[in-house]
T-cell receptor
């Protein structure tokens, strides 16, 4: 079945640093989504990407849909304490199920 | 005015019991889902309904039975609960079955003792 490899699995950074994480797939996707999950809550959509090569920003977050349609990355600039959480990539092709990466756990030292 | 709401938030029960989790969305979406998140935080789809019709049924034990009385509701009933069923269950909805993003509820933490 479809698999998403998300890396890194965890990150420990200092406040103010930039963060980069990525996902790669064995299959082509038409949609890439990036979510953040805080403890005790459900995943919340950060950025949605629908076109190969698309680069989209949401405040300090920037995500790109890879040209090959098999990868995507998420960057966070100038991290702040509230960025702590688990970040998930997810990919979908048409009416097929949305497949999630394993998550990247972000920890920030003040 | 919560978009996707599920109840209860916590559910503690003994092995062998039957329990239900309810989910409602007020977004006017056509498609609803149940996901299971294990202890390693991996999110795996269980079921998907579009306009009350089952469209995705992953390899889930038939002790799990979803029911969609209308397109705004998708409930999950679990029979004969087992220890391995302990997890967080998330309900989600999307505008349609294609490329629209999913909106998640806040989860139900099920603990089977």
């Amino acid at each position: 079945g479809q698999q998403l490899n998300q890396s890194p699995q965890s990150m420990f950074i200092q406040e103010g640093e930039d963060v980069s994480m990525n996902c790669t797939s064995s299959s082509i996707f038409n949609t890439w989504l990036w979510y953040k999950q805080d403890p005790g809550e459900g995943p919340v959509l950060l950025i949605a990407l629908y076109k190969a090569g698309e680069l989209t920003s949401n405040g300090r977050l920037t995500a790109q849909f890879g040209i090959t349609r098999k990868d995507s990355f998420l960057n966070i600039s100038a991290s702040i304490p509230s960025d702590v959480g688990i970040y998930f990539c997810a990919g979908r092709r048409g009416a097929q199920k949305l497949v999630f990466g394993q998550g990247t756990r972000l920890t920030i030292n003040p | 005015d919560t978009a996707v709401s599920q109840t209860p938030k916590y559910l503690v029960t003994q092995m062998g019991n039957d329990k239900s989790i309810k989910c409602e969305q007020n977004l006017g979406h056509d498609t609803m889902y149940w996901y299971k998140q294990d202890s390693k935080k991996f999110l795996k789809i269980m079921f998907s309904y579009n306009n009350k019709e089952l469209i995705i049924n992953e390899t889930v034990p038939n002790r799990f039975s979803p029911k969609s009385p209308d397109k705004a509701h998708l409930n999950l009933h679990i029979n004969s609960l087992e220890l391995g069923d302990s997890a967080v269950y998330f309900c989600a909805s999307s505008q349609d079955v294609y490329n629209s993003p999913l909106h998640f509820g806040n989860g139900t933490r099920l603990t089977v003792t």
